[in-house]
């Protein structure tokens, strides 16, 4: 596992290991193009649409820098995706691996995403999550995002 320069190394516990036992360095670091098919893999396990190397391209180039994995040595175990609209900075797709999970990966992509999305000016940050995703909603009010009234409107261009 390389370590790039300005990457988040943190240790967490092993996987079915309590806190306190072995731990193993993780790595929160800037996705590189040849993590796609790690990322599609954690998106699929958890149910989450796969953003194509495409659509990954399109909106790195709007906002490099935020699209953010954990990496231990077995390899990607977490990824999560940042957007700023100039007003609002977004959080989109947190994932961690099922066997990798309650070690505080996601705590620490999050912190690190909302770091660099108060680093370029984002007073705010909103995101969506089902409304029957108990695990979800548990984590994010656990990090202080809390529940508005607001119905999302979309429509396809
Ligand atoms: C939600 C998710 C990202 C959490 O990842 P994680 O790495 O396990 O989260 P953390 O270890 O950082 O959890 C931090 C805290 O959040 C809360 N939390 C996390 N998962 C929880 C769960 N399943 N049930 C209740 N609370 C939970 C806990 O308070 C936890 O602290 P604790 O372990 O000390 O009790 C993960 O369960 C996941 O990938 N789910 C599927 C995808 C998803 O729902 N993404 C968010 C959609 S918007």
């Given at each position: 596992?390389?370590?790039?320069?300005?990457?988040?190394?943190?240790?967490?516990?092993?996987?079915?290991?309590?806190?306190?036992?072995?731990?193993?360095?993780?790595?929160?670091?800037?996705?590189?193009?040849?993590?796609?098919?790690?990322?599609?893999?954690?998106?699929?396990?958890?149910?989450?649409?796969?953003?194509?190397?495409?659509?990954?391209?399109?909106?790195?180039?709007?906002?490099?820098?935020?699209?953010?994995?954990?990496?231990?040595?077995?390899?990607?175990?977490?990824?999560?995706?940042?957007?700023?609209?100039?007003?609002?900075?977004?959080?989109?797709?947190?994932?961690?691996?099922?066997?990798?999970?309650?070690?505080?990966?996601?705590?620490?992509?999050?912190?690190?995403?909302?770091?660099?999305?108060?680093?370029?000016?984002?007073?705010?940050?909103?995101?969506?999550?089902?409304?029957?995703?108990?695990?979800?909603?548990?984590?994010?009010?656990?990090?202080?995002?809390?529940?508005y009234p607001d119905v999302l409107c979309s429509k396809a261009l």
């Open positions: 596992m390389t370590v790039p320069t300005h990457a988040r190394v943190l240790t967490v516990p092993l996987p079915d290991h309590p806190i306190g036992r072995p731990s193993v360095v993780c790595v929160i670091r800037e996705f590189d193009r040849s993590d796609h098919a790690a990322v599609a893999a954690i998106w699929r396990a958890t149910g989450q649409g796969v953003l194509d190397e495409d659509e990954l391209r399109t909106t790195l180039a709007h906002g490099p820098g935020l699209l953010l994995v954990a990496e231990q040595p077995a390899g990607v175990v977490g990824v999560v995706l940042g957007t700023f609209d100039g007003r609002r900075g977004w959080i989109h797709r947190l994932a961690v691996d099922p066997a990798h999970r309650r070690s505080g990966l996601a705590t620490a992509l999050v912190a690190e995403v909302e770091r660099r999305l108060a680093d370029r000016g984002a007073p705010r940050i909103n995101l969506l999550v089902l409304p029957d995703n108990a695990a979800g909603l548990a984590f994010w009010q656990r990090r202080g995002y809390l529940p």
